[in-house]
């Protein structure tokens, strides 16, 4: 059974390393102790008239310290929120949530678009592996520098802007590249074609789904994807995304 914890963290500090893309420290207390690669917080508000709290990605932990990152985009009131506070500011947070990604000893692409980017950094700091880094965006760039601490970057944007003009995929047949496993985390449209590129070249694929959630915790039943196989839970053939998820073997889960 996966441990979490309710807990009041603290702000170390807060930045905006791109136009509406912040990275968060907080202090945190024994759920440092438990945390893996693939794993989220909730984060609530402190403002009443928002009940449900906002699922994040853990972006980084610093164990010795007991204090976690996360890196997020204003995308609405509770993240707009969030982005407005400070150093020493209080903050409620339940996790770690959800599963993480398995860490194996293979030829590896990580492959990051968008806010699917910040996991990324946290899996290629503890997977001990050949890695390779494929990064999309649509535009600006975040987190290229600290992820070249930890293998081969590469980027894409939709812009053409830096990088490949393109896709991650476009990334792959530029350059060539070969693996023997595939870790991704992103949007709807990439992880579809990246299980595609996965089926197609008999590649293992681990993909982490961006879903709205309610709960995080698995009792409302508000992030379901379609599965391959009948859920226990449900008795249905669904999974829920903050539960049995958010990282899946991507031929397991239907992409629609």
């Not at 500090?13 to 989220?40: C, H, N």
């Not at 975040?142 to 894409?156: D, M, R, S």
Request: net charge neutral; with cysteine; proline share 4%.
């Amino acid at each position: 059974m996966i441990e979490k914890f309710r807990e009041t963290s603290f702000i170390i500090r807060q930045e905006e390393i791109a136009k509406d893309v912040y990275s968060l420290w907080l202090k945190t207390g024994q759920m440092t102790d438990y945390t893996v690669p693939g794993q989220f917080i909730n984060i609530y508000s402190r403002d009443g008239s928002r009940l449900l709290p906002r699922p994040v990605s853990i972006c980084e932990v610093d164990h010795r310290e007991r204090a976690l990152r996360v890196v997020y985009r204003v995308v609405g009131k509770g993240t707009k929120e969030f982005s407005g506070y400070h150093t020493g500011r209080k903050l409620e947070i339940l996790g770690p949530l959800g599963n993480g990604f398995p860490l194996k000893e293979k030829k590896a692409f990580l492959i990051g678009g968008g806010v699917g980017i910040p996991p990324m950094l946290y899996l290629a700091k503890e997977l001990q592996c050949e890695k390779q880094i494929l990064l999309g965006y649509r535009d600006e760039t975040f987190l290229t520098e600290e992820l070249k601490k930890y293998g081969q970057v590469y980027v894409a944007t939709e812009d053409g802007s830096s990088g490949v003009h393109g896709n991650v995929l476009d990334i792959i047949r530029t350059k060539q590249l070969e693996a023997e496993i595939i870790y991704a985390c992103g949007p709807l449209p990439m992880l579809k074609a990246v299980k595609e590129y996965a089926k197609e070249q008999g590649i293992e694929a681990w993909i982490s789904m961006e879903e709205r959630m309610a709960c995080g915790i698995g009792a409302c039943l508000g992030c379901i994807c379609k599965s391959k196989d009948t859920d226990e839970h449900t008795n249905v053939k669904n999974k829920r995304v903050c539960k049995e998820g958010p990282v899946f073997l991507a031929e397991e889960v239907e992409l629609s």
